[in-house]
C-alpha cells in the first residue's frame, strides 16, 4: 500500500473528528480540504484528533533521544547529526544526512513514555545549491529501543510517499495509529542524499 497526503485539515463535529486527506495513488482520487466532513468510508476518522506534534521541532524532544544508523561529515560543514533532525530547522547544517547511500539507513527518535502516533511530517534540506530529500520510506516501532516491529496495516508494510524538494512538509497520517515509545524512519528512495527534518504527530497515551 503507497498514499502521501498533502494536507490535512481536523473538523470535530458531533464529537466525532474527520481528517480531511488529499489523498492520492492509493486510490487513485482526491479530495481538497474544506469539504464537508462525515463518516463516509473515504474519510479516515482520527480517533480523537490526537495529531499535536510531540516536539521535534520546538525541542521538547531532547537531543540525546534522536539517534541514526549513521552521519554524513566534512571538513566544511561539519557533521549532520541526527539531532539537526527538526522540522523546519535553519542554518547551513540543518537536517540529518546519512553516511551512506543504502536502505540499511535509519532516524530514530525516542519518545519520553509511550504514545500515540498518528502522523509524520518529513522535510529535506539543501546544501551549496544541492536538493536532498527522502522520497519514500517505511517506519518500525519498539518499546524497548532492541526489539523491532514493522509498522503494518493489515499485515501489509505500507511505504509512505516522503518529499518531492528540499523544503515542502508531506505529512503522513498513521492509521491505524503506532502506540510506542521508539520509531525508526528507514529511507526506501531519496534524492541527492539521505536527508531528514521530521515532526511527530499524536498525544498521550491514555
Known amino acids: 500500500m503507497?498514499?502521501?497526503t498533502e494536507s490535512t485539515n481536523c473538523y470535530p463535529m458531533r464529537k466525532v473528528c474527520c481528517r480531511l486527506l488529499t489523498l492520492r495513488y492509493h486510490l487513485g482520487v482526491s479530495w481538497e480540504p474544506g469539504s464537508l466532513c462525515d463518516?463516509?468510508?473515504h474519510f479516515f476518522p482520527t480517533l480523537?484528533?490526537?495529531s499535536v506534534p510531540l516536539g521535534m521541532e520546538n525541542g521538547l524532544i531532547e537531543d540525546r533521544r534522536i539517534s541514526a544508523s549513521s552521519v554524513n561529515s566534512n571538513w566544511y560543514?561539519?557533521?549532520w547529526s541526527p539531532f539537526f533532525a527538526?522540522?523546519?530547522k535553519q542554518g547551513a547544517v540543518?537536517?540529518?544526512q546519512a553516511k551512506y547511500r543504502d536502505m540499511k539507513q535509519w532516524l530514530q527518535v525516542?519518545?519520553?513514555d509511550v504514545m500515540k502516533i498518528t502522523g509524520i511530517v518529513t522535510q529535506g534540506a539543501k546544501s551549496l545549491g544541492k536538493e536532498m530529500y527522502v522520497t519514500t520510506y517505511t517506519l518500525k516501532y519498539s518499546d524497548n529501543g532492541i526489539h523491532w516491529r514493522d509498522y503494518a496495516e493489515d499485515e501489509d508494510r505500507p511505504i509512505f510517499f516522503g518529499n518531492t524538494d528540499n523544503n515542502e512538509h508531506v505529512k503522513n497520517f498513521i492509521y491505524p495509529p503506532i502506540f510506542s515509545r521508539f520509531i525508526r524512519i528507514i529511507p526506501r528512495t531519496w534524492m541527492g542524499s539521505i536527508t531528514l527534518r521530521v515532526?511527530?504527530?499524536g498525544c498521550n497515551f491514555e
Request: proline letters at 4%.
Open 48 to 50: 480523537d484528533c490526537c
Open 199 to 201: 515532526e511527530l504527530l
Open 94 to 96: 540543518n537536517a540529518w
Open 39 to 41: 463518516t463516509n468510508k
Open 77 to 79: 560543514f561539519g557533521a
Open 86 to 88: 527538526r522540522l523546519n
Open 110 to 112: 525516542e519518545l519520553p
Open 2 to 4: 503507497q498514499y502521501k
